[in-house]
């Protein structure tokens, strides 16, 4: 019965492995990696930073460029996609930058876990803020909408 068990379990969380890795696969490339349009904006976008890495993600078909870097010691990510636009801008904030009502979500969703950082997620016309929370040693995130309503993940 305990070899049954640990058999089906280990099915389980291999199949949840396999589904959530199966619609994205990002790769750690270079400078040099990225198409013309794409080296424009970046460097456009990293003046003054220090970048950290570049990579380029496959997600359902669509792919995009990422760059991050650190800007005034504080993290930023910016999604590019193949034309050179940029898609996404994930930047992170202070504590006094993020509306109250957003705030005040996150602070209630993280229930008695810390809060680690927080993201500003640009994309489109729509503003988010991503907030990494640690919780007896679980790591974990909580989306807002600027109004404290929940912000699902954009694809």
């Keep these: 019965m305990k070899k049954t068990f640990c058999f089906v379990l280990g099915s389980v969380?291999?199949?949840?492995?396999?589904?959530?890795?199966a619609g994205a696969s990002e790769k750690q490339i270079t400078y040099d990696d990225l198409?013309?349009?794409?080296?424009?904006?970046?460097?456009?976008?990293?003046?003054?930073?220090?970048?950290?890495?570049?990579?380029?993600?496959?997600?359902n078909g669509k792919v995009e460029y990422e760059v991050e870097m650190i800007v005034a010691?504080?993290?930023?990510?910016i999604s590019i996609d193949l034309s050179g636009k940029v898609v996404e801008i994930e930047q992170q904030?202070?504590?006094?930058?993020?509306?109250?009502?957003?705030?005040?979500a996150i602070r209630k969703?993280?229930?008695?876990?810390?809060?680690?950082?927080?993201?500003?997620?640009?994309?489109?016309?729509?503003?988010?803020?991503?907030?990494?929370?640690?919780?007896?040693g679980q790591h974990r995130e909580i989306r807002v909408h600027a109004d404290g309503s929940a912000a699902p993940e954009q694809n």
């Design 35 to 59: 198409p013309a349009a794409v080296q424009k904006t970046a460097q456009r976008e990293t003046n003054g930073a220090t970048v950290r890495r570049y990579s380029k993600e496959v997600e």
């Design 73 to 77: 010691g504080k993290s930023k990510d």
């Design 13 to 21: 969380l291999t199949l949840i492995f396999c589904s959530a890795t």
């Design 93 to 104: 904030v202070s504590l006094d930058a993020v509306p109250v009502a957003a705030l005040a």
């Design 109 to 136: 969703g993280a229930a008695g876990g810390s809060i680690r950082k927080i993201e500003q997620v640009s994309s489109n016309s729509e503003i988010a803020y991503e907030a990494q929370i640690l919780n007896n």
